[in-house]
């Protein structure tokens, strides 16, 4: 079974630019997350989509945004870069809405490295 | 106080020794508890899964969680060099279907 897949691998932008990322989950599976891995800040939760739907969303600002894609794959957009934008971003992919059913057992891709100049 | 607290290390042990990675955590409406294995340049890997306070045991590894004080600790017998990474706990609210991560252990585990 294919794992959580995201493109691409590395991204360098420079400020004010916007980047993409994107993540296709593992097959079946509904839930996607989006984190940021910053060096020195541990993995901080950034979005939530279930069934094309924004279901909950962490403390960033509204530059960061993405949907879900009605085959559950997902996009990440982060407008106006900022040199802090830069970190690891990974997404993760569970299998049901309901917590306590799944959605707890979140699974990861390799994630996107941005790199902003 | 951050919601979830692990040391971030280095710790550096020897092949074959026991390993002991802890976290605690504040937030009493955290239900789940797990604890993921993070290489360099890779994305998380879930290693653990735990619910109820208590021990669960797979292979070399096992997860302990103590809810009364809010502590989970992972164990792993017979380090080997190939366990060398970062250690992330991970705590689940099912409330708002979140998981919140300390900010991970490096363990060296050295030949």
């Known amino acids: 079974e294919a794992g959580v897949t995201q493109s691409p691998t590395h991204l360098i932008k420079t400020r004010g630019q916007q980047a993409t990322l994107r993540c296709s989950p593992i097959?079946?599976?509904?839930?996607v997350y989006w984190y940021q891995q910053a060096l020195g800040l541990g993995l901080q939760f950034l979005l939530w989509?279930?069934?094309?739907?924004?279901?909950n969303r962490g403390n960033f600002p509204p530059r960061f945004s993405g949907r879900q894609f009605p085959n559950y794959s997902s996009e990440l957009n982060v407008n106006a870069l900022e040199l802090e934008d830069s970190a690891l971003y990974l997404c993760?992919?569970?299998?049901?809405?309901?917590?306590?059913?799944?959605?707890?057992?979140?699974?990861f891709g390799p994630g996107t490295r941005l790199t902003v100049l | 106080q951050k919601e979830v607290e692990q040391d971030p290390g280095p710790l550096s042990v020897p092949e074959g020794a026991i390993v002991s990675l802890n976290c605690t955590y504040s937030?009493?409406?955290?239900?789940?508890f797990m604890w993921y294995r993070q290489y360099s340049r890779k994305g998380p890997e879930l290693l653990m899964y735990?619910?109820?306070?208590g021990n669960k045991e797979d292979g070399r590894f096992t997860a302990q969680v103590d809810k009364s004080s809010k502590y989970i600790s992972l164990f792993i017998r017979d380090s080997q060099p190939s366990d060398s990474a970062t250690y992330l706990c991970?705590?689940?609210?099912?409330?708002?279907?979140?998981?919140?991560f300390g900010k991970g252990t490096m363990l060296l585990v050295s030949p």
């Open positions: 735990t619910y109820s306070s």
């Open positions: 991970a705590c689940f609210n099912s409330g708002y279907s979140t998981l919140t």
């Open positions: 989509y279930d069934e094309g739907e924004e279901r």
């Open positions: 993760a992919s569970s299998s049901a809405r309901t917590p306590g059913q799944g959605s707890d057992t979140q699974y």
């Open positions: 937030n009493s409406a955290f239900q789940y």
């Open positions: 097959s079946g599976h509904t839930s």
